[in-house]
């Protein structure tokens, strides 16, 4: 079903409408007045005739014609009847905005809703949400007060947030900063729509170009990646704050992907994965938000190299700390930006990028330094830095206006900052400016995050390769039928049958007892590695014999197993396993012993693309040891990354629960990978 | 020599002083008349009699009488006249405003003001700096254009900084949040004071609180953890923001140690060291500084146990999220609080820390939470998250301020914060209601990492225990004659006393070529390691010899050392460097062969005390290992803290340029530790 009816209703109906402004269910009619709503209104309260303009009606099955979107200000006990009421009427959309649902432990109440919805195909936003606001067309299905002051602005950002009250302070942030909405929606409880529901329908929408998104928790979190790649092939701007880092609710696991396995840990790996841009707070959304509006989507071949000229040396090497740690550079001027900035400078003053003006330079020199540094063929973004002990504000804004008409010319950008905080162009300035395509943010370490969040939203140019389909296969077989190697192995019962074994597969080997009866074998001294000829495996053998005797009389043991041993290889761990969030993930990280010590892992939502896993290999520390360091040969990092492939491919294929292998064994380029213990549980 | 009359002269005389107000040189003295200095002024120019109130004359040598302080207001080239005049005069103190010197590649220039200074005894700050300020008594020696708009109040903050433009944004901010300074200095180019002797000066000062820094890098930075730990003991708050976080001029170096040690990381790790709260941003430190002018001094065992009162659930989640963070806890209610806030709240709402009262709740209900949260005795701090949205801002500063006593009176704090950083409290209000000691900070996050940040600067209760004393030693015989212990080895020159000595020893030993024309032993084949008896070690004998003559034909070999093997220990890697800013430093870290991969490392400054490094190991991952993980045995913590003071002390008494030891291993717990490999470079 589109939502297009929704966003866009033809015809609203407001049930449980009240005349009375000062009461939250008096807000919306008044709003959908004040703002023009074009379409058709109606009210339903059986006190009333007539609210304002609009006719009024004792229940919904009164009213005279069905509508587009009922808007349901009802408190939870009423709100079952009314939303029936609105099936009967073959409505196709309602908001419930009642607490006392799911979120105060009444799940069954707000079950109810949800059976109703799918009776009569109704789609619900709520209960326990603010509403939904569209400024093209002025739909105003919300009591949010912020309408109050001011209407946001047309535009191309699509808001959805499960806070209701974060919701508010993102509205007035839009309002403050003059942003341009597509729409904004608070989705609450989600007893039907969702968050993601929304992420799908902007994705398909062509008004849309940034989606921002405020999460404690996802419900279907197993279609986050799958849509966000979607998103990003449409080439939308993702941003998402999420909140909700603590652990509790997760439950313990056995496997080691599932210790490692943090909330927040998995989050932050699919929003890499899928392209999505992660912000800490929602000043830092707000401050991205802005940076879209002001310098448009970035190009293919977004460089955001920064020209940058400030009134002080200080927050010069401040702004280039900042771009070094965001991967934005800071190139060297061309010749003659150099030499015709050292006629304008005092010749005390460096002319190399970032330009220190200084608080002595004439406003003047500094405009000419500014047009200059812009025209620089290297610079892509120009940053200034400006402050009320240098410049005059007043004079400032028509220039800047007139520099940015430049900027834009030149296909460039421009942002101006500040030395101080406290010492902001005037909250309307501000506006002006960003409507003229400059991005003016408090601070300078600001500006620099928000642009080297901003450039990461470059259109996506990697083709979506589909990981290698998995042939079936169960059990023990499963890795051998997937085509990944294991040490070659074998249970031997007599030494004489150990020794002849590992004389065919080269020594060192490794001897494991087999026994049904011993689940931690290092513990009773049933493992012994590296043993390096005959003789070390016919002490070894006696050894254990003597160990298991002592620390195990009892066990069953079925035989010892000699083991082939791999040397210097990388150790690597692959671990997929379900998040109860979602679903299921895959895990990579440095494998071996001290792998929970080392937390050197990455996650991504399953299926995962080979570039994916590519990736995320690529961005942890153990990354530097595939390459090769200390005279230690690179190891094979492709043939990794397609048993990394193969193995979520099978955790998918077989409905698993749990997948580790510890390690995963890379030998020297070319020479492939062994995967050496495998722990594989069966779904219950 | 003390600094008082630096900061408390009871005398000026401001030397090329102008009428003009509209220029730099008409400022200062117009503010020492504004704002009141009580002391005695005079002016130097050639061209009047008098400027303003003051009388001027020709040149420094025409006063009637010496005075405290000069401030140089001339260009670089007539500053050594003028201070030379100065010292004529006896002069004991002096400030040069002037760019030019060092900071422009004019050092000789810049020598030449030194030499005048040390010949009279004069101590002068800059040159090219921007003065100093000290509201308590309207020493306003600078001329700071923020002063046009207001003299900020007196207090107990020291605020130094070596960027002059910055410390005027840092003073624009503190007259915006009505911050009290003890002291404004801007250092400038440290001819001669610089930071550390100002923190030295503020160290001593009993009208100060919190002393605040802004660096770019430091002269005598070796001075710095010493100067940090005598500020800590004398209860002093310390905050900090650095720039210049590139490894630029670092040069390279042979060692570990040296490899790791980027400036930036070496500073972190004596900032910790010293107890020094390291900010990111100007905005940062203002927030700090904030909550240390709201909350007062945090006491000796304070907990800042956060009880929370928001508007919003999912900002409750965040600032859960951001506590968890910081250390901070949000403790469980009592049952008494729980019981009232069961009948204040609406039946859905949870009545758990943090509580969220929704949109909904009457003022006077937000009200009546608030004073229970506050009372309950879990709680330190209460946080309040407002919008004008359910609040009247009007009405609520009054009832802030009772709050706010109440709070105080039941040794409490509050901290005010806003559901969105668009919609604050008035920018006055906010100051009014910080001298009634609450914190308001823009955002939740930003409140909470405040008040995290706040509570480390508890007063320091450890002793600061001295490192053990070191006997002198020299050479190779360093290690031995300190106490730690090494290896068992001996270079053997036939297979028969190979063979004897390993079997003295024991088994597994390693066998290392000894010749003075290898270098890296192990490009040659010339180690072997884990050789498990006899037999392998004959056969280790054969081979190496063999390589060694395929790959080494000329080199001479002296024989093959055996050396014992440690297995199954922790490994360490220790060293010690000159940084070029901080003087000697300890790094300690995780050792063996991926030490530069992991980069698990820590600086600290040396000399360092047992304690010191005893907290810098414990905030490494390895720190995990010697604790024991996955079956391991826990390891010899304190022999390794042991050895690696002793280490320190032998570099520090030794006068070495670097000291490695890779790995240090740590055997199980009272075992000891044996140090392996150890690289000493003398100084050149």
Same mark, same amino acid.
């Given at each position: ?22 009461? /939250? ?60 009421? !609105? ?26 809703? /949800? ?10 936003? %709520?209960?326990? !949400? ?48 003059? /942003? ?7 989705? %609450? ?5 969702? @968050? ?43 941003? =998402? ?16 992907? $599932?210790?490692? =396995? ?58 280039? *700390? ?46 000419? !330094? ?18 009320? @002990? ?142 390096? *000829?005959? *003789? ?31 040397? *210097? ?6 671990? !997929? ?8 993930? /895959? ?84 020479? $492939? ?12």
């Amino acid at each position: 079903v589109s939502l297009d009816r929704l966003i866009a209703p033809r015809s609203i109906v407001v049930v449980g409408a009240s005349p009375d402004l000062a009461k /939250l269910p008096g807000r919306p009619l008044a709003y959908l007045e004040r703002f023009g709503f074009a379409g058709t209104v109606y009210a339903v309260n059986p006190k009333y005739d007539r609210i304002g303009p609009y006719r009024c009606f004792p229940s919904v099955d009164a009213l005279p014609e069905s509508v587009d979107l009922a808007l349901i200000l009802l408190p939870a006990p009423a709100v079952a009847e009314a939303l029936e009421a !609105c099936g009967r009427k073959g409505i196709p959309f309602a908001i419930s905005i009642a607490s006392g649902f799911a979120e105060a432990g009444d799940h069954a109440r707000q079950a109810e809703l /949800l059976a109703i919805c799918r009776r009569y195909g109704i789609r619900l936003v %709520g209960p326990n !949400c603010v509403g939904m606001l569209v400024p093209e067309g002025a739909v105003t299905a919300t009591f949010s007060t912020e309408l109050g002051r001011a209407m946001p602005r047309t535009g191309s950002i699509a808001l959805v947030t499960q806070s209701g009250a974060l919701g508010n302070a993102l509205l007035q942030g839009v309002n403050s900063f003059g /942003l341009g909405l597509r729409a904004w929606i608070s989705t %609450g409880n989600e007893a039907d729509l969702g @968050l993601l529901d929304f992420l799908e329908y902007f994705t398909g929408d062509p008004h849309t170009d940034v989606i921002a998104l405020f999460t404690e928790g996802l419900r279907d979190g197993a279609k986050l990646v799958p849509l966000l790649r979607r998103a990003r092939a449409a080439g939308k701007a993702l941003v =998402a704050l999420r909140a909700g880092r603590s652990e509790a609710g997760r439950g313990a696991s056995a496997s080691h992907t $599932g210790k490692l =396995a943090g909330a927040f840990r998995v989050w932050s790996g699919l929003a890499r994965q899928g392209g999505l841009i992660e912000v800490d707070s929602l000043d830092e959304m707000l401050d991205v938000l802005r940076a879209f509006q002001a310098l448009g989507p970035p190009s293919i071949d977004e460089t955001a190299s920064l020209g940058v000229l400030t009134v002080s040396g200080g927050l010069g090497v401040v702004i280039a *700390d900042r771009a070094a740690e965001y991967g934005l550079a800071l190139p060297r001027f061309g010749v003659e930006t150099m030499s015709t900035l050292r006629e304008l400078l005092p010749p005390q003053m460096s002319v190399a990028n970032p330009v220190d003006t200084a608080l002595f330079t004439s406003a003047d020199g500094y405009a000419r !330094c500014a047009e200059l540094v812009l025209g620089d063929p290297a610079v892509r973004v120009l940053v200034l830095v400006i402050s009320s @002990l240098s410049h005059r504000y007043d004079e400032l804004a028509p220039w800047l206006r007139q520099l940015g008409e430049s900027a834009r010319a030149l296909g460039k950008s421009l942002a101006a900052t500040y030395l101080s905080s406290t010492d902001q162009l005037a909250p309307a300035t501000q506006i002006e400016l960003l409507e003229a395509g400059l991005l003016a943010l408090p601070s300078a370490e600001r500006t620099v995050a928000a642009i080297g969040r901003w450039v990461t939203a470059r259109k996506a140019d990697d083709a979506l390769d589909a990981p290698a389909a998995m042939p079936g296969a169960s059990g023990r077989d499963m890795l051998a039928a997937a085509g990944i190697p294991q040490p070659r192995q074998k249970v031997c019962i007599s030494l004489l049958d150990a020794t002849a074994y590992a004389e065919t597969i080269g020594y060192p080997v490794a001897l494991k007892v087999a026994s049904p009866d011993i689940l931690h074998k290092t513990e009773v001294g049933g493992v012994r590695i590296g043993l390096a *000829d005959a *003789d070390a495996l016919r002490r070894g053998w006696a050894e254990m014999e003597q160990s298991l005797k002592a620390k195990a009389p009892h066990a069953r043991i079925e035989g010892f197993q000699v083991q082939e041993m791999v040397t *210097d290889a990388v150790e690597l761990i692959v671990g !997929c396993s379900r998040d109860p969030e979602f679903g299921p993930v /895959l895990m990579i990280g440095w494998g071996g012993i001290y792998t929970e010590v080392l937390e050197d892992v990455a996650f991504l939502a399953l299926p995962a693309t080979w570039t994916e896993i590519e990736r995320a290999l690529s961005g942890l520390r153990v990354s530097k040891l595939i390459d090769g360091v200390r005279g230690l040969p690179a190891a094979d990092r492709e043939a990794a990354v397609d048993a990394i492939a193969r193995l979520g491919a099978i955790f998918v294929a077989e409905g698993l629960s749990e997948l580790d292998v510890n390690p995963l064994l890379l030998r020297p380029r070319s020479a $492939g990978v062994v995967a050496v213990d495998v722990l594989a549980i069966q779904a219950p």
